[in-house]
């Protein structure tokens, strides 16, 4: 007979703005009772069935120049683009620093850094009008133990220094587990595991901060994963089902 709780929780939109569990955290009563209780929260995502013990968050941040829109065969034009070039170079100087200073950097993943990534959008695009709306997009992965906080708060005075319109989207904290947790610790035993593993990407575990222990754990390789013919072997299925029911099945007698 069961003697503990088991929530179960479906989320959507984990894809884009995890918006479903920023939902989940700030609404439900029953991921409420969870973390009063002091549970061990499970991310379901393809691992192999290795268990997850950290991953990589995500920033996002859109910096902003306006100009004037014009035909370039006149004066009446004002190019955007003009604005942005000394931010461009200042990011360069930055991602150039993400990769060599060890206090952005962390060995547990691979890659070890904050993987910046930039995107350039102008409006229009026609190569005969002055551009009158640039658009730069920043991304990054924080990873735990890195001053990701303190560059992202420089990232954006930095650019409000250069009057450049700056909107940032709600960081995406990065997953680590306590390897003390007596919860963490009843997990890896129950599914056999004997250490943890770090991961590149990001799950709804970003948004699930309040709930102290987690891990990432399910069958299937997230190398199948985000394709077109995603999928998952039928031994992984099968495997995956034998590990959810042991762990139900043990944490019944907690």
Known sequence: EQTVPLYFFVTGDEESGMLGADHLSANSSAFGELVDAGGLGIVGEPTSLEVVTAHKGAVHIEVTSHGVAAHSSTRDGHNANWQLI?????LREVNERC??????????????????????????????????KARLQIFMRPMPNTLWE?????????????QLQVKTLRPMRPLVSNP?????????????????????????????????????????????????????SIDQLHQGTKMFERVFRSAERL
């Not at 060995?107 to 102008?122: I, K």
């Not at 003390?180 to 056999?192: I, R």
């Open 86 to 90: 000394p931010f461009l170079s200042y």
């Open 99 to 132: 990769e060599s200073d060890a206090r952005l950097k962390n060995g547990d993943f691979d890659p070890p850094t904050l993987s910046m990534n930039v995107v350039l959008e102008n409006e229009p695009s026609m190569a005969n009008i002055t551009v009158g």
């Open 150 to 162: 303190q560059l992202l708060a420089e990232i954006i005075q930095t650019a409000k220094d250069q």
């Open 180 to 232: 003390g947790s007596s919860n963490l610790q009843w997990f890896m035993k129950t599914v056999g595991s004997t250490s943890g593993k770090s991961v590149c990407y990001a799950t709804d575990g970003c948004c699930l901060g309040s709930l102290s222990d987690m891990v990432v754990y399910g069958p299937g390789s997230i190398e199948q994963a985000h394709r077109n013919d995603e999928w998952i």
